[in-house]
Structures are given as structure tokens and as C-alpha cells.
């Protein structure tokens, strides 16, 4: 019961609820320059969501407890999502539950709850927002299980903290399997955020949304923590991203000089993480969804190279 | 030893270099003389580099590069006589083709250069003594009959000729990486030197070869091989191949291809058994070997082209000699080695008379040709004997052949003679009723205007009786030692 | 633990691992392809690959045939083929988009299976081997299957010509990884039947074109038997 370990579990919960939103505006920002756009102001996310928060909320007649209950579900699964994924520390309070299955299965959560959520309603857009989302989600999801499993691999075993202080604390070596398993990574993370090549999140066109299409019906609060549950997602998306493929600078110890030291690092990396999507979002056009299953097929096959050869090149006898 | 040195050097010269001047000037009027001039040469050569190599007893040559032993001179004559007798065969034959205006000069000029480069690639791949260099020339031997199987630019040849490109080139990319294999199990014994791969070394240190490597390598080479033997089911590209090329072709890729890839298998085989020490190699070749005697003997009585037809009979006759290599012991092999000479004699004397059968009747569809031997007596009993030898009956030497090899298998493995019984009196019954059909019956035959050349087709086929009725004792003794060798 | 294992390999030994996982990525990309001209392309990197592969073995082991190979296969498959088949390309003005006979996810999970298999044909290999690539002997088989599985997957003349080359790389990766390269003058052999293929090739594309007017080849699919 280390009470740096705990105070780095809750500066990493409070540092994600605050720093996500930023995240999500400096892609924005970085897209709007790299379109030779101007860009609105980096702070817009947290404006929005305020002005979410003071709105009233109004709710179609025949809707269920369910669609009332599922913002609140979805934003406590993103949370605790970014939270047991160790971004400025390893040595946290819930490393021992911070299993990267559990990880898999508590995005799948979300995923549930806002599905199910979208054809709530019973209108025609939501059923096909949510029918998307579950196409994607089950071609994603086998090849971000086939990624934690190369990764685990390398480290023997499936607990991030340890999967992450493994290949962090490690010798410089070229693993090609892990250059495979990021590439793998990235495709993953573009489908799951919905962004493009899968879905373009700016659209304001129905019939070509997936997310959106199932959040039609959420105004005010729920609207808001919907909003603030997606940029939670990427945020943890990017940290997980950055803690497989680029662990260099997150120490193994809570002190709060090495943890203020990894916040730094933290905010460098998330900036060029951001710039590096907002990059892959410009240079691609958007997937027609009957291709999307190709898309994530290229991942899952690339997932499933990676591990083959962990297995034939890292690990022989 | 240097007597027997400028021998091979010739074997193997004069094809090349008949070759490279038949590619300058094969255009002109006496390039079939040319051909056939040359061939005879390689024959003589041949020949005297066989006598030397049965009074001196096996040799290795040029540095060990070429190895002759009792089991490949004899068919390195074996080649050189085919390969001779087919170059008579052409002359007339490929004069009819250009008066018929089926082949212009230039494209002569490409089949006769082709032909004598074709022959030089397979003496090549019989003497050399090592694998790599063996690889290579199988690989030429396809690439020089690809261009020669599409001789014809029907739509129906490009596509035979691709097929056969497209398998038997992949085929041999199998038998790359089996001998690759080999190569990676040698070099752990006798050192990363060249001599790693030749035949020699690697049969004198064959116990020494780790068994898994080697059991796995020849997999791959038979494979790889056996797609250019024939062996089913790798076999689609030999009837159509056979079907659409000029019959010199299809005389020389039944008479002798098939016979340089089965030797090859052999020599693997030999190292193999003595690496493994099972019967690993044997139980592989006879069950394939059994699956290719039975197959075509169902497809013969569809067919309705008579050089398919004669193809798959080749496709039989080989999978029979696979199979009696895969027995093993000195009768099955001496029967297997039997069956190859005369089988490459009774089938490449076939198709010279087919050949020009369906050059009098302007088709190759059986039905539409009839009558044979009342318009030309001698290719309609040259066809009829030839097919008559080439089933079995006695007292050609096909007969013996098969004899020999069904006693060795009542003998060690009987439940393969009703098998292999049914598939021989199948095959039987199909082509004897076809060749009836075309020899007998109202002629819808034309005369040729060039005499055929039919001599060779009646030296094969008396050869063929003699081996029947009585084996030389020079021959006998030869084929014994040869069967010694293969174990 | 397998971390461990990692570092007691030499960065030259993880640089040639690197070469054959590139190698297996470009197999499976040359798989996936739709388009002839990138298909070209990949194979030249293939080739490039194969090229740096066999130099950095040539140097570390000091094994002078080698560094012959490397240069052989610069010289052929970097240069002299892609250049041949672009020519080709453009003179039978052939552009299309390459057809597959089973859609592309179908084959790529065919190809995972293949790759697997061959893993495990080549482990009794790798444990033999005393090379410092004999963990890549797996990866080679592989690319082999897989260009197989591209040629009978394909419907065009050029593709499959293209994947015959690329299992010939495959083979030529298998010979360099197990063995520290075949004995010269069979090397020099092989490269000289590549050649003379290709040339023949060339010259029976265009008797196929002429006849069909095209390079499909399901037209010249017609000759089953009677």
C-alpha cells in the first residue's frame, strides 16, 4: 500500500479527465493546419463540453433506463481505461488488476452499452450507427487482443505494468515484431476512435457516420460525457500506444520528482502522437465501410505476423 | 582415364555446338541433315565413352564435376540413340509440316537449334555428378521445350506450353529447395567446400546424413522431380504438352525426359535409403507410383486425340517404372531399367508412326482417322505392332518388363497386383479398341508426298523384340550392375 | 527470459532478422496487391532486401562467395528483371487491375495458415543449423508457400510470372540462410536459367497476346480433357 503508488493512480486519473479534451483539440488544430484551414481555438473542446454541461436535457418519450444510464457507464469505463494504463508511473495502485485482456474487455463494455444505446430509440440512424460500430468492433478487436499478445509475449505476461517496464527498462534490440504489432496498433486505434480512413468524425452526413450516427439522440450532460468518453478513448488509445512502442521515460518508481519529469515526457509525446494522426487523417481518404473489413483484416493479419515471428525470430531456443 | 575425358567432352560438345550452328543457319534447306548429322556424332560418342565405361568400371571426370557409372551411360546411349533415330524421323516429317504450310523456315529454324540444345541439357543432367549443376540442366531441359511445345502459336499449344511452363517450373522451384536441403545436410559432414553437393561424396558418407533433413529433402525433390515425370497428380501438363507439340517432340519428352527425371529421383533415392536406413523413399515412390498406373488408365478411353492418348499411356508406364524402383532389389530394378529402355524405344517408335498417321489424315482426332493400312501398309502395321509392344503382349519386351515386375510384387507385395492388373487390362482394352479403329476399316487417309522415314520406327521396335526374346549378356550384365547400384 | 535470449544475438544477427521479417511482409504485400506496376515494385524491394540480407552475412562471417552473391543478385533482380517487366508492361500496355480468384481476406488467411505451417516444417532445420540465420530457414519456406499460394491465386500472365520470381528469391533466401549460399558456379547456373526464362517468357507473352488479345488466363483455360 505504497501512498506514492496511490497518489500516481489518482494524478493519472485526474491528468487524463484534464488533459483529454486538449488532446482532442490539438488534432483538430493540427488537421486545420495541415488543411490550410484556420483552426478553432485549442482550448474549443472544454468550451463545448461546458456549454453541454449547463444544457437541459431532453430525451425521446420511449426511451429506455438504459439509454439514461449508458453515458454515465461509458464515461466510468473510459475513465478507468485511462487510468490503469500506465502513463506517467508503473508502480500503480491498480498495476495487479491492470491486465491488457481486462483492458480489451472494458473497452468492449463501452462499446456494448453504446451500441445498444443508439437502437435504443428505435430510430432508423442509430440502428445503423450501432450495427457499424459492432462490425468494426468485432474485426478490431481480435487484432488488438493479437497485439497485446505479441507484446506479452516479449514480457511474459499480460499485466501492462509489467508488459511496460519490460520492454521501457530493457536494451536497445530491434524487435521486428513489435514493428509489426505498431503498425498493426495504429489501424486498430484508427477504427476504434473513429477516425479517418473508417469514419470521418467531423461528417455531417448520416448516412456515412458510424459514432456519431449513434449518439444522434444525447443532448446536454449526457451529450457532454459522451463527448468527454470519446476524447477519454483516444487519450487512451495514444497512451497505450506510447507505453507498447515508445515506453522510453516512464519510470518505474511513483516519486514525484520522476513523475513530474514523466508528465513532461508525457505531454511531448501526446503532442507528436497528435500531430503524427492528424497527418494519417489528411493523407487518406475515407474507406467505403465494405472495405473496412479488408482495412482491419490488414491489421489482424498483421497482428498475427507479428506474434509468428516473436515466435520464430526472439524466441528460439 | 583422359581417353574417356574427350569422350564425354564430345557427348556433350557436339549437341551445343550443332545447336549454336543450327541457330545461325538451321533456316537453310539442309538443316535436318545438319540435325541429323550431329546426333549421329553424339551417338558414336556415346557409344565409345559406353564401351570404355563397362571395360573400366565407373570414373569421375573434369574434377569430379561428371560422374559415369553403368547406370547413367546406358542412358546416356539410351539418349543419344533416341535422340539420333528421332532426328531421321524428322527430316521427312518436318518437310511435310512446311509443304503442308504449318511451319515456316525461321520457326524450323528455331525447332532444330532448340532440339540439339534440348539434347545437350539432358546429357548434361545424366553425367554430371553434382545435384546443383543437375537442377540446372532440368531446369534447361524445360526451358529449351517450352518454345518448342508452342511451336505451333495454335491457341491450343500457347496454352499447353503455359501449363507446362507454369507446373513444371514450379516443380522444380520444390526440387530447388529440396536440393538446397541436401546441400545444408552435407555441408554438417563433409564441409562447406563444393564438394558437398556432388554425387560421389555424398554416396560415400550417405549413413552420415542427419535422416529428418534428408527424409524431408526428398519430399521436395520428388516432388519436384516427379511433376516432371508425370507422376500423378502433378501430370496435367504431359498430355496436353504431348498433344500440341511437333511428334519429334513428343517422341523425344516420352522417350527421354521423363526417363533424365526419373533418374534423377533415382540418384536421390539411393542417398536417401542410405541416410534413413527405412524404406521411406521406396514406400513414397511405390504409392505414387501405383496412384499414377491407375489414374490415366481411367482417363484413356475418353480421350480423342491419339498423341493424348499416347501421353497418358507414357504417364502409366511411368508410374509402373516408379513403382518397381520403389520395391527395390536387384529383379525390381533391373525390370525398372528394362522398362525404361523399352519403353523409351516402343513409345518414341509410336509417335513416329503416329506422327505421320495424322499427317496423312491432316487431324489428330482418332475417329476421323481410319483406314491406315490399306493406304500405307507400313506405318499401319508400324502402329499396330508399336501398340501391341507397348501393352504388353509378348514377345516384345514390354512384356518381360512388366512380367518381371509383377513377380517381384506377388512376392513382397501382393496386395498391389490386382491393382496393378486391372489398371494394365483397362488400359489395355481402351487403346487396342482405339488403334483397331484407326489402322482397320475404310481409309479417310491421304498418301504423303515425302517418303516417310519408317526405318527407325522398325529398329526400335526390333530392338524391342530382341530384348524380349533374348537380353544381350553384355546388356544383362550391365543392367545388373546398374541394379546393384541402385540398391 | 526471451528478452534475454535477444540480446545475446548480435546486432548484425537482429538487422538479418529484421531483412526476413521485411521479407515475409513483403510477400504478404505482394499478395494483397491489386495493382501490376506496384506489384513490380514490391519485387524489387524484395530484391533490394534479399541484396542487404546477404551483404551484412557476406561481412560478418567473412565469407567471400558471398559477397559475389549479393552483387549478383543486385545486378539481376534489382535491376535487370524489374527492368525487363516494366518494359514488358509497357509494351503489351498492360495496366489492369490484377484479379484474384478468391478475394483478397480469403487469401491472406490462407496465407497465415501457410506461414504457419511452414514454421513448423523448418523447426527441425533451424535446430540443425549452425548459421547465424537459421532462425530465418522458417521465414524463407514461408515466402516460398506464399508466392505459391500467389501463383495459383492469380489470373493473369504477368502476376504469375511475378510470383514464380518472387519464389525464386524465396528459394534463394532458404539457400543463404541455411547454408551460407549454394556453391558458386550452381549459383551462377540458377541465375542463368532465370534469365533465359525470362526472356523466353517475354517472347511467348507476346505469342499469347497475339492469339487472345489478352493475358487472361482463364481464356486459355479451354483444353480439359476429352
Redesign the interface.
Known amino acids: 500500500m505504497n501512498v506514492y503508488a496511490l497518489f500516481a493512480q489518482l494524478l493519472e486519473l485526474v491528468i487524463a479527465l484534464l488533459l483529454a479534451p486538449l488532446l482532442t483539440g490539438w488534432v483538430n488544430q493540427c488537421r486545420a493546419w495541415l488543411q490550410n484551414r484556420s483552426a478553432p481555438p485549442l482550448l474549443q473542446t472544454y468550451y463545448t463540453l461546458s456549454k453541454l454541461f449547463h444544457k437541459d436535457v431532453l430525451i425521446a418519450h420511449n426511451a429506455s433506463s438504459l439509454f439514461r444510464a449508458a453515458p454515465y457507464i461509458i464515461f466510468a469505463c473510459m475513465a478507468l481505461a485511462s487510468a490503469i494504463v500506465p502513463t506517467l508511473s508503473t508502480e500503480l495502485i491498480f498495476a495487479p488488476a491492470a491486465d491488457a485482456i481486462a483492458l480489451v474487455g472494458l473497452f468492449a463494455l463501452a462499446r456494448v452499452f453504446i451500441a445498444l444505446a443508439g437502437m435504443d430509440v428505435g430510430t432508423s440512424f442509430g440502428s445503423m450507427g450501432s450495427r457499424r460500430e459492432m462490425l468494426v468492433g468485432f474485426l478490431a478487436e481480435p487484432a488488438l487482443l493479437m497485439v497485446f499478445f505479441t507484446a506479452s509475449l516479449i514480457s511474459q505476461s499480460t499485466s501492462l505494468s509489467t508488459i511496460v517496464d519490460t520492454l521501457a527498462h530493457s536494451e536497445f534490440a530491434i524487435y521486428p515484431s513489435l514493428a509489426f504489432a505498431g503498425v498493426a496498433f495504429t489501424m486498430v486505434s484508427l477504427a476504434e476512435n473513429a477516425r479517418v480512413p473508417i469514419d470521418n468524425p467531423t461528417t455531417h452526413l448520416e448516412l456515412t457516420m458510424i459514432h456519431e450516427a449513434m449518439i444522434l439522440e444525447y443532448s446536454g450532460r449526457h451529450l457532454a460525457l459522451i463527448e468527454w468518453a470519446s476524447s477519454l478513448k483516444l487519450f487512451a488509445y495514444s497512451c497505450l500506444g506510447l507505453a507498447l512502442f515508445f515506453p522510453f521515460g516512464i519510470p518505474a518508481t511513483a516519486e514525484p520528482a520522476a513523475l513530474s519529469f514523466a508528465l513532461v515526457i508525457l505531454v511531448v509525446k501526446l503532442a507528436m502522437g497528435g500531430a503524427a494522426l492528424a497527418l494519417i487523417e489528411t493523407l487518406n481518404a475515407k474507406l467505403r465501410i465494405f472495405r473496412a473489413p479488408e482495412f482491419l483484416g490488414t491489421a489482424f493479419l498483421l497482428a498475427v505476423l507479428a506474434m509468428l515471428v516473436h515466435l520464430l525470430l526472439e524466441a528460439g531456443p | 582415364m583422359t581417353e574417356a575425358t574427350s569422350m564425354l567432352a564430345l557427348v556433350l560438345a557436339t549437341p551445343f555446338v550443332t545447336g549454336i550452328v543450327l541457330a545461325l543457319f538451321g533456316h537453310r534447306r539442309s538443316a535436318a541433315d545438319i540435325n541429323a548429322a550431329g546426333s549421329l556424332l553424339t551417338l558414336i560418342a556415346a557409344a565409345l565413352l559406353t564401351a570404355r565405361v563397362i571395360s573400366a568400371g565407373p570414373m569421375t571426370l573434369f574434377d569430379e564435376q561428371f560422374f559415369v557409372d553403368p547406370l547413367n551411360v546406358f542412358l546416356i546411349a539410351l539418349t543419344a540413340l533416341v535422340g539420333f533415330t528421332t532426328s531421321l524421323f524428322s527430316r521427312p516429317y518436318m518437310r511435310v509440316e512446311h509443304d503442308h504450310g504449318r511451319l515456316s523456315v525461321l520457326r524450323l529454324r528455331l525447332y532444330h537449334s532448340m532440339f540439339q540444345m534440348f539434347m545437350c541439357t539432358m546429357l548434361v543432367a545424366l553425367s554430371t555428378n553434382?545435384l546443383?549443376?543437375l537442377?540446372?540442366a532440368m531446369?534447361?531441359a524445360t526451358?529449351t521445350t517450352?518454345?518448342l511445345v508452342?511451336l505451333y502459336?495454335?491457341?491450343?499449344s500457347?496454352?499447353?506450353?503455359?501449363?507446362y511452363?507454369?507446373l513444371c517450373?514450379?516443380g522444380i522451384?520444390q526440387a530447388?529447395?529440396g536440393?538446397?536441403?541436401i546441400?545444408?545436410a552435407a555441408?554438417?559432414v563433409l564441409g562447406?567446400e563444393?564438394g558437398?553437393?556432388l554425387w560421389t561424396h555424398l554416396d560415400a558418407v550417405k549413413s552420415d546424413l542427419?535422416p529428418?533433413?534428408l527424409s524431408?529433402a526428398f519430399i521436395f525433390l520428388f516432388v519436384g522431380y516427379g511433376t516432371k515425370t508425370g507422376l500423378v497428380p502433378l501430370h496435367n501438363w504431359l498430355?496436353?504438352a504431348h498433344a500440341e507439340g511437333p511428334t519429334p517432340v513428343s517422341a523425344v519428352l516420352s522417350g527421354l525426359l521423363l526417363n533424365v527425371a526419373l533418374y534423377a529421383i533415382v540418384r536421390c533415392k539411393v542417398l536417401v535409403d542410405g541416410a534413413l536406413g527405412t524404406h521411406f523413399a521406396g514406400n513414397l515412390m511405390m504409392a505414387f507410383g501405383l496412384l499414377t498406373v491407375v489414374v490415366p488408365a481411367f482417363?484413356l478411353s475418353?480421350?480423342?486425340?491419339v498423341k493424348?492418348l499416347f501421353g497418358y499411356s507414357s504417364i502409366e508406364h511411368m508410374g509402373l517404372i516408379t513403382f518397381a524402383f520403389g520395391m527395390g532389389g536387384a529383379v525390381a530394378n533391373f525390370a525398372a531399367l528394362l522398362h525404361m529402355t523399352v519403353h523409351s524405344l516402343t513409345k518414341s517408335a509410336i509417335f513416329f508412326a503416329v506422327g505421320h498417321a495424322s499427317q496423312m489424315a491432316g487431324t489428330q482426332i482418332i475417329d476421323d482417322i481410319q483406314g491406315l493400312i490399306k493406304r500405307s501398309p507400313t506405318i499401319g502395321w508400324a502402329l499396330m505392332l508399336g501398340s501391341l509392344a507397348i501393352l504388353g503382349m509378348p514377345p516384345f519386351g514390354v512384356f518381360t518388363s512388366e512380367f518381371m515386375i509383377l513377380t517381384t510384387a506377388i512376392k513382397h507385395y501382393p496386395w498391389a497386383t490386382p491393382i496393378l492388373l486391372t489398371a494394365l487390362g483397362v488400359a489395355f482394352a481402351a487403346m487396342f479398341g482405339k488403334v483397331q479403329g484407326m489402322v482397320f476399316g475404310e481409309p479417310t487417309v491421304r498418301p504423303l508426298e515425302h517418303n516417310p522415314a519408317l526405318l527407325p520406327v522398325f529398329v526400335h521396335l526390333g530392338l524391342v523384340l530382341m530384348l524380349g526374346l533374348w537380353i544381350p549378356p553384355y546388356l544383362a550384365d550391365w543392367y545388373r550392375q546398374a541394379a546393384r547400384l541402385i540398391g | 527470459m526471451s528478452t534475454a535470449l535477444l540480446h545475446t544475438v548480435p546486432l548484425s544477427g537482429q538487422v538479418i532478422n529484421l531483412c526476413a521479417a521485411l521479407m515475409l511482409l513483403l510477400g504478404f504485400a505482394m499478395l494483397a496487391q491489386r495493382r501490376v506496376l506496384s506489384l513490380i515494385n514490391l519485387f524489387m524491394l524484395q530484391g533490394v532486401v534479399l541484396f542487404a540480407s546477404t551483404l551484412i552475412v557476406a561481412l560478418t562471417t567473412k565469407q567471400s562467395h558471398l559477397l559475389y552473391s549479393a552483387g549478383l543478385t543486385l545486378v539481376l533482380k534489382v535491376f535487370a528483371l524489374p527492368y525487363i517487366l516494366h518494359r514488358l508492361i509497357r509494351k503489351l500496355s498492360v495496366k489492369w487491375d490484377v484479379e484474384t480468384l478468391l478475394n483478397i481476406p480469403t487469401t491472406m488467411l490462407v496465407g497465415i495458415g501457410l506461414v504457419v505451417i511452414a514454421f513448423n516444417v523448418a523447426q527441425p532445420i533451424s535446430q540443425l543449423s549452425g548459421t547465424i540465420t537459421r532462425a530465418t530457414i522458417g521465414i524463407a519456406l514461408a515466402c516460398v508457400l506464399l508466392s505459391f499460394l500467389m501463383m495459383i491465386t492469380r489470373s493473369k500472365a504477368v502476376p504469375q510470372v511475378i510470383a514464380f520470381l518472387a519464389m525464386e528469391n524465396a528459394l534463394f533466401f532458404a539457400a543463404t540462410s541455411a547454408t551460407y549460399g549454394m556453391p558458386m558456379v550452381v549459383e551462377l547456373g540458377i541465375a542463368l536459367d532465370v534469365m533465359v526464362g525470362m526472356v523466353i517468357l517475354g517472347v511467348f507473352f507476346f505469342h499469347i497476346r497475339q492469339q487472345f488479345d489478352s493475358l487472361d488466363i482463364r481464356h486459355m483455360e479451354r483444353s480439359k480433357d476429352a
Not at chain 2, 153 to 156: D, G, L, Q, V
Not at chain 2, 158 to 163: G, S, T, Y
Not at chain 2, 302 to 305: A, L, N
Open positions: 553434382n546443383g549443376i537442377w540446372v531446369e534447361a526451358l517450352v518454345l508452342s502459336r495454335t491457341p491450343a500457347l496454352e499447353a506450353a503455359w501449363k511452363f507454369i517450373g514450379v522451384a530447388l529447395f536440393t538446397i536441403l546441400y545444408f555441408e554438417r562447406p563444393g558437398a553437393l542427419e529428418t533433413v524431408l498430355a496436353d482417363y475418353r480421350q480423342k486425340d493424348r
